[in-house]
């Protein structure tokens, strides 16, 4: 990996933040290709959906939506031992997002006027669940959990149909389908890529005027940049999460981490494809040289090898090397990543001082894949640095506020005043009107 030496400069936020690496994804690009896509299944519907599944995932399917016996079939034929991990990770995942459920509140602001807050979750949500570099079950829990927790009533999941023959043609992965089955999903359709996000937002309408897919109010879930893109395209459409781009990992460690775990770490995440980004922050050049070693030989020795190296040889992933861990804490929190590590003496305590991460990860014993399958908190993450201003996925993303203001005469009377004052300082004076018509 890359080393860039920041000892002895005195760096300000913005420039770390211009010095730090990203991986270069290209969604405005994207959006040329994406454009036409949306605008087919606007035009098309279901037929123009099967069209671009074919076109695009090399499979025709008939049927957009899995059939149920098909659900419980891959339920019925889980590995045991998948089983009960997506069961323990579900349990798990549950128990932290029902703390996240929100409770009216009401607010008495004076005597007879009362502003309520009301939490009422999105009617309808699509999520979508990648199947690329690999298929991600994992992925289904984080998505559905949140929103069940919210109190959604209608939830539905698209996934990418597999290439085959055989009487699973034409199918999603059958561990994906099983995960929804055991969260009792039964809305799941055979669709991937920027055409699942365009018939979530647009419906999928067939020939006979039915509708195969009902339109969506909110979709959730990460996926490549044409996902992305189409997320960004249909915005306004839809409501939608985080933009999702390569999967990213920050490490601030010290002399006192174990650079086994190091490595392995920036391994596990460099794993997802060849731009995703492995960065370690140590004041501790020992501890850099120690985790290169053993990237060496860890690297080769994985199974997907060939991607992993690639990514820490990018130009995304970094080693930086720092005066101190307060110095540190500088530049992980400029970067902003979508997973950080520390692996530091007082592990906690320098955790609660940071500001900007997806999610943080504290001491040795607490590795990112932990929180990818069973921690209990979400894998949903923002990155690209925009956790400086979004969260991951939470119950909170599938609820809206709404305030509902209820005032008595009396209360409105005693207003009045202010009211009409504002008013006429805005020069908007039908406003003050339509509080003076009450007044006696």
């Known amino acids: 990996m890359r080393r860039l030496d920041l000892r002895g400069q005195h760096v300000d936020a913005r420039e770390l933040r211009s010095r730090m690496p990203r991986a270069e ?121 949140p929103a069940q927790e919210a109190g959604v009533e209608s939830l539905a999941v698209a996934t990418p149909p597999r290439r085959g023959d055989g009487p699973d043609a034409a199918l999603p992965d059958p561990t994906i389908l099983a995960a929804c089955a055991l969260l009792g999903v039964e809305e799941v359709y055979a669709v991937g890529g920027a055409q699942a996000i365009a018939m979530f937002a647009l419906g999928a309408r067939e020939a006979d005027g039915s509708q195969s897919c009902p339109p969506v109010d909110l979709v959730t879930g990460p996926g490549n940049i044409y996902v992305t893109a189409a997320k960004r395209l249909l915005r306004g459409v839809i409501g939608t999460d985080a933009e999702a781009g390569p999967s990213e990992v920050a490490v601030l460690a010290d002399d006192t ?42 690297v080769p020795a994985t199974r997907h090898g060939a991607r992993i190296a690639v990514a820490l040889a990018g130009p995304q992933s970094l080693v930086v090397l720092v005066d101190d861990v307060e110095a540190g804490l500088a530049v992980v929190d400029a970067y902003g990543s979508e997973h950080l590590e520390i692996q530091t003496r007082d592990a906690a305590a ?33 990155t690209g640095g925009t956790c400086s201003h979004t969260a991951g996925l939470s119950v909170a993303t599938f609820l809206r506020g709404i305030h509902v203001v209820e005032y008595s005469q009396q209360a409105l009377a005693d207003v009045a005043p202010h009211v009409l004052a504002l008013a006429g300082a805005e020069d908007l004076p039908a406003h003050g009107e339509a509080v003076s018509a009450r007044l006696p």
């Open 25 to 145: 994804v290209d969604v405005e690009a994207a959006l040329a290709v994406v454009r036409p896509v949306v605008d087919q299944v606007r035009e098309g519907g279901a037929d123009a959906v099967r069209a671009l599944g074919e076109r695009f995932d090399g499979v025709r399917v008939d049927d957009l939506r899995v059939p149920a016996a098909a659900l419980s079939e891959a339920l019925e034929s889980l590995d045991p031992a998948v089983r009960a991990a997506l069961e323990e990770s579900i349990r798990r995942s549950r128990l932290v997002h029902a703390d996240q459920r929100r409770t009216d509140v009401v607010t008495q602001v004076v005597e007879g006027g009362t502003v309520t807050e009301r939490f009422v979750p999105v009617q309808r949500v699509g999520l979508y669940v990648p199947a690329g570099v690999a298929p991600l079950p994992s992925s289904v829990v984080m998505n559905v959990v």
């Open 257 to 298: 981490a174990d650079p086994e775990h190091v490595a392995a770490d920036l391994v596990s995440q460099a794993e997802h494809g060849e731009a995703s980004a492995a960065v370690l922050v140590t004041d501790s050049a020992d501890l850099a040289d120690a985790v290169d070693a053993a990237l060496a030989r860890r």
């Open 350 to 382: 320098v955790a609660a001082r940071v500001r900007n991460a997806g999610a943080v990860f504290v001491g040795p014993y607490a590795p990112v894949s932990l929180g990818d399958y069973c921690a209990g908190s979400n894998h949903v993450l923002p």
